[in-house]
């Protein structure tokens, strides 16, 4: 199953149960993307949760630390890069024109790209996180950015295949047990489908001013590329009608829960 296909089983569940909306759209993608065992059967519903009991030891873990760190953090400039990049006239889209190009030449793709993570230094931080008292440790398995960070089975556009070239989760992962910390990851990839609309877009004003930006760019433009063989879509998932009012900013957080004319992932 791939990612899209994923994408849209959340997206037809989700208006119908919303009692746990982001825990079951995690823990789902989460199992079928390979981190959790299949034998970890999850459903958002409430005779579903009951079968999963707090464990024991979280009870006096009182502080643990998450590290929300991806590619995102490549421009330093906040966590929802890679959708206010492409709205035009944000102070995010400005930063971007000034220090990477414009967005139709250079998108979130490239930002992937441009994010070697070469100081990375897992066992150096998770030490310092076990000596500031930390009992658990979270990292992020992916954003809506929809860039997974571990080797995934079902999505190319990943950080071994891209990027750093390197299994950011499984490095997380052995600094954590290496230091006697509970170790956990969180998913963020069921909204990529909505989230990344603004990629769609294009400038309304200036010397740019309709020139797509790269959100619906496929593999057949890939040619002579960096990215050549893969397919934007896969990352973006962008080749669908946008959600009523998508040119509003703030409606991303009234659809947020796949209602209100939001646009639901098709196939």
């Not at 760190?69 to 024109?97: F, I, L, T």
Request: hydrophobic share 35%.
């Amino acid at each position: 199953m791939n990612r899209r296909s994923l994408i849209k089983n959340l997206a037809v569940i989700a208006p119908s149960v919303l009692l746990a909306d982001s825990a079951a759209a995690s823990y789902k993608l989460a199992r079928q993307s390979g981190l959790l065992h299949p034998q970890d059967s999850f459903q958002p519903t409430w005779e579903s949760l009951r079968q999963f009991e707090t464990p024991e030891w979280f009870r006096d873990a009182k502080f643990g630390i998450w590290a929300h760190w991806g590619p995102q953090c490549q421009a330093e400039a906040g966590d929802w890069y890679a959708r206010e990049m492409y709205m035009e006239g944000n102070s995010k889209y400005n930063y971007h024109v000034s220090k990477y190009g414009h967005p139709s030449v250079f998108g979130f793709k490239d930002v992937i790209n441009a994010w070697k993570a070469e100081k990375w230094n897992p066992d150096e931080l998770v030490g310092l996180y076990k000596n500031a008292g930390a009992k658990y440790f979270m990292a992020l398995a992916n954003h809506h950015d929809n860039f997974d960070l571990y080797k995934s089975k079902h999505h190319r556009w990943n950080s071994v295949n891209l990027g750093p070239k390197k299994d950011i989760i499984g490095g997380w992962q052995q600094a954590a047990r290496k230091n006697g910390l509970y170790f956990g990851a969180s998913v963020h990839a069921a909204h990529a489908w909505s989230w990344y609309e603004t990629a769609q877009r294009s400038d309304l004003n200036g010397p740019k001013k309709g020139i797509p930006y790269d959100g619906r760019l496929s593999t057949k433009d890939g040619k002579g590329t960096w990215w050549q063989g893969y397919d934007p879509q896969e990352l973006y998932a962008q080749n669908h009608p946008l959600s009523e009012n998508s040119l509003d900013n703030n409606m991303i957080h009234k659809q947020w829960n796949w209602g209100n004319g939001v646009a639901v992932p098709s196939a």
